[in-house]
């Protein structure tokens, strides 16, 4: 376990932003932080990295309280704000060395670390440029060295693609692939539920401050949609339709793009069962394949309560 929230409770004045949230993170884990604005993603991720008190409730990062421990905290996380600054008249390589040096590292090992931060980031070729005059989605991946600069265990991305062309999205993608193969542990949040569904192990849903949901996206998604969702297509897709209802095999079903979408018991051999039937029907079936609803319809039906 990287790091364990408990319990988190934050409140600004009378307003609670965050009540009760609970998350476990893995060492490995890409964990997607997802919920729409105002849910408390920022608040949650700013306590942490140390950066937000009070609080009630417990944070440990690697086993060590935010709260009593936070100098030692700080050089296991690499955080990422969700702003980025202005840096008047500062280079690609000065702002890294700044950061560098406010995490105390040792000088003589800065200029490999700013390499190695530039090179993973692909940002090489700007080293002698001008912070402020970066592309929006070069800032990104700049932010995204700075954080690696110390080397840190487990990096806190608050929201890095937003505000991104998809191109840039793609690449911020990639190199948070990259960071995970080479042993990082992500937390990385989002409003946008398709940029992480395929990159994420797990996920967590937040919603006015509250977690909704929390796990794999294999079990987020059959706790919203228990059994199996078949993709049936058919020569006479309506034959395929008729059968597959009077085997009684189906729980539901439902005609889509010119497909049979049939929903079923997630138990040994009822899949079986049903292709058979619809195989030996006569209705020409041309193929069957599991659909995996998208991340964003997902939670859109979490966010409305529509869970059925
Ligand atoms: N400094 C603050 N003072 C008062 N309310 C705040 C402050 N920061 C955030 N909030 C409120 O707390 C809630 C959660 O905000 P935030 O954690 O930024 O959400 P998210 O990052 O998911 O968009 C929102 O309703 C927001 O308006
Ligand atoms: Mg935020």
């Known amino acids: 376990m990287i790091a364990r929230v408990e319990n988190l409770t934050v409140k600004y004045d009378d307003f609670t932003a965050v009540s009760e949230l609970n998350l476990s993170i893995e060492e490995g884990d890409i964990y997607g932080f997802i919920g729409p604005n105002g849910a408390?993603?920022?608040?949650?991720?700013?306590?942490?990295?140390?950066?937000?008190?009070?609080?009630?409730?417990?944070?440990?990062?690697a086993g060590m309280d935010v709260e009593r421990y936070p100098e030692k905290v700080k050089p296991l996380v690499g955080y990422m704000p969700d702003f980025f600054g202005v840096y008047d008249n500062l280079k690609v390589w000065e702002y890294l060395d700044f950061f560098a040096r406010v995490y105390g590292m040792e000088p003589a090992g800065i200029p490999s670390k700013i390499n190695?931060?530039?090179?993973?980031t692909k940002l090489e070729g700007k080293r002698e440029a001008y912070v402020d005059f970066l592309s929006r989605g070069m800032k990104q991946r700049l932010c995204l060295a700075k954080t690696l600069i110390h080397d840190p265990k487990l990096l806190i991305l608050d929201e890095p693609a937003s505000g991104l062309d998809p191109n840039a999205r793609v690449e911020i993608r990639e190199?948070?692939?990259?960071?995970?193969?080479?042993?990082?542990?992500?937390?990385?949040?989002?409003h946008i539920l398709s940029e992480l569904a395929d990159i994420c192990n797990r996920v967590g849903i937040i919603e006015v401050g509250k977690l909704v949901s929390e796990g794999t996206m294999d079990q987020i998604t059959k706790q919203l949609q228990?059994?199996?969702?078949?993709?049936?297509r058919a020569r006479d897709i309506e034959a395929a339709a008729r059968f597959a209802a009077a085997s009684r095999i189906v729980l539901s079903s439902e005609m889509k793009e010119g497909c049979l979408l049939l929903r079923i018991e997630d138990t040994d051999g009822v899949a079986e069962r049903l292709i058979k039937t619809l195989v030996d029907s006569g209705a020409g079936i041309l193929s069957v394949s599991e659909e995996k609803p998208g991340l964003e319809s997902l939670f859109q039906k979490l966010t409305r309560g529509t869970v059925s």
């Not at 960071?179 to 989002?190: A, M, V």
């Open 40 to 61: 408390g993603k920022t608040t949650t991720i700013r306590v942490m990295a140390t950066l937000l008190l009070p609080f009630a409730g417990k944070v440990t990062i």
């Open 116 to 120: 190695e931060a530039l090179e993973i």
């Open 175 to 190: 190199l948070l692939r990259t960071l995970s193969r080479e042993g990082k542990t992500i937390f990385i949040s989002s």
């Open 226 to 232: 228990p059994g199996r969702l078949l993709k049936v």
